[in-house]
């Protein structure tokens, strides 16, 4: 059985690794492919690759990256973003990505807008009730978000996502955080439950409106840290 490993450190360098794997994660879902229409998943990793070095170096202060890679190879299978609250920019920094020189962060940013990116224009209704979920059921007070979360479609169900968010929540503990997270889909419910997490509410879309069989079910989630009060 192939072994992994927990890098918490991503690079510029990562950048096409990373698009593989976070495209190929979702490629088989109805609502991205809806997003993403008469487009293929080679010409969308293509695409995400011109922009990740750009937005691995975006906020740097309070974002941090980590990726589960392929012991044999290297090979990124899984990653996370995870974003800190300000007041503790300084905390966690192994896993912030290193900073570049001017010179390239302008070659990033002009290859970032550069890159088509283009999604469907009548599917921000779609995105309505997930704001309203994310403001009814996010903590109040500063928490940690897990902003993404994606393991390559060869490689889940072997416990990868589980070590990205058990890294995570090693650090909220010790920053005394609460981490709040969105699921699109329900297929990773029950990992987020076995690690701590509450369901705090739903939001069931039917994509049938929009000529697609298939659902975009969100799903909100808080876990409170083991040295709060909750």
């Known amino acids: 059985m192939e072994s992994y490993k927990l890098v918490s450190r991503c690079t510029v360098d990562d950048a096409r690794d990373l698009a593989e794997n976070n495209m190929s994660a979702f490629g088989r879902e109805s609502w991205w492919n809806l997003l993403w ?20 170096l975006s906020a740097r202060d309070v974002t941090r990256h980590q990726k589960v890679v392929e012991a044999s190879t290297g090979k990124a299978v899984g990653y996370a973003r995870w974003i800190l609250p300000e007041s503790l920019a300084g905390n966690w920094l192994e896993a912030r990505v290193p900073g570049v020189d001017e010179e390239d962060k302008m070659r990033y940013e002009e290859e970032f807008a550069a890159a088509d990116w283009t999604m469907r224009g009548d599917l921000d209704v779609l995105k309505v009730p997930v704001r309203e979920g994310i403001r009814k059921h996010a903590p109040k007070r500063p928490h940690m978000v897990l902003d993404y979360l994606a393991v390559h479609p060869s490689h889940q169900g072997r416990g990868i996502a589980g070590m990205l968010v058990q890294s ?4 909220a503990d010790v920053l005394g955080l609460d981490i709040s997270l969105v699921a699109i889909g329900g297929r990773a419910l029950a990992m987020y439950t076995r690690n701590g997490f509450e369901l705090m509410g739903q939001c069931l879309q039917d994509l049938e409106p929009w000529g697609v069989e298939g ?9 409170h840290a083991a040295n709060t009060d909750g």
Do not use: E, H, W
Not at 215 to 223: A, E, G, K
């Open 37 to 56: 229409t008469n487009k293929s998943l080679d010409y969308m990793v293509a695409q995400c690759a011109r922009q990740y070095p750009a937005k691995l």
């Open 215 to 223: 659902f975009y079910n969100t799903y909100f989630l808080v876990r």
């Open 168 to 171: 995570g929540i090693r650090q």
